[in-house]
């Protein structure tokens, strides 16, 4: 089951007028749906699920597979190669302007690009899927992030120095030890970094500011992981929330 809730798109809005000639700005608003995460899962938990089907194969032995295909699907890509499966389709592709044909590959100016897209499992997927229609209110959301030392919005960070994020709900609360502020890295062989709970300067239900951890140079993406709900409520399963805007270490 996937819950969304609707939020206004400014981008359509517009002003309309009613039979009476009057401006109705409710009338002229568009919405789009937004997708509530219900959880994020690793690999982890799909050797877990593998176990607990008992598919024959030992713990030491999905993970030795896991890292041989990962290995090879490495050296594949690094050889030019495309990759076809029914979980996913990747080929690389050059972007940037040659000028002329004499010229060559310059890193200044070319970036090389890793193109993925679903295979026939993953694409056939949604035609399955139920969703669930929700108010905003009742799930928690991360409105903006602002980088304290640089004034940026939705955009900087600053490693050694605070974040002021501000939303609905984003109070870090919850028995599970996975609650919590992560940054997640936008290159997949880096690993989540999670915010010690002891450089949580603030934790309120409507703003969060805490201390950014040592990230390295890169995009990153924020998520909150929490059990926060209304009043003394605690949801039973925790809440991921990921910020829809990336954001920049330089």
Request: hydrophobic share 35%; aromatic share 8%; glycine share 8%.
């Amino acid at each position: 089951m996937i819950d969304y809730y609707l939020k206004q798109n400014k981008l359509t809005s517009e002003q309309s007028t009613n039979p009476k000639g009057e401006v109705s700005r409710e009338e002229g608003k568009k919405y789009c749906a937004q997708v509530v995460n219900s959880r994020s899962y690793t690999f982890d938990d799909i050797a877990k699920h593998l176990l607990k089907h008992n598919i024959g194969l030992s713990s030491s032995a999905i993970y030795g597979l896991w890292e041989g295909i990962k290995g090879a699907v490495e050296e594949f890509i690094s050889e030019g190669g495309s990759i076809k499966t029914e979980l996913f389709h990747v080929h690389t592709s050059i972007k940037g302007v040659f000028n002329g044909l004499e010229d060559g590959f310059d890193s200044s100016r070319h970036t090389i690009k890793l193109n993925l897209r679903p295979g026939i499992l993953l694409r056939d997927t949604p035609k399955s899927l139920r969703v669930k229609k929700i108010k905003s209110a009742a799930k928690s959301m991360i409105l903006s992030v602002t980088d304290i030392n640089s004034g940026s919005v939705n955009w900087n960070l600053t490693p050694g120095k605070n974040i002021r994020i501000v939303g609905q709900r984003v109070k870090i609360d919850g028995k599970d030890p996975s609650c919590g502020l992560y940054f997640i890295p936008e290159k997949s062989n880096q690993e989540p970094v999670k915010i010690e709970l002891n450089d949580v300067v603030m934790n309120k239900p409507s703003q969060l500011i805490a201390v950014v951890p040592k990230l390295n140079k890169g995009l990153w993406n924020l998520r909150l992981v929490t059990q926060f709900g209304t009043g003394k409520h605690c949801y039973k399963e925790p809440q991921n929330i990921t910020f829809d805007k990336k954001l920049s270490v330089a």
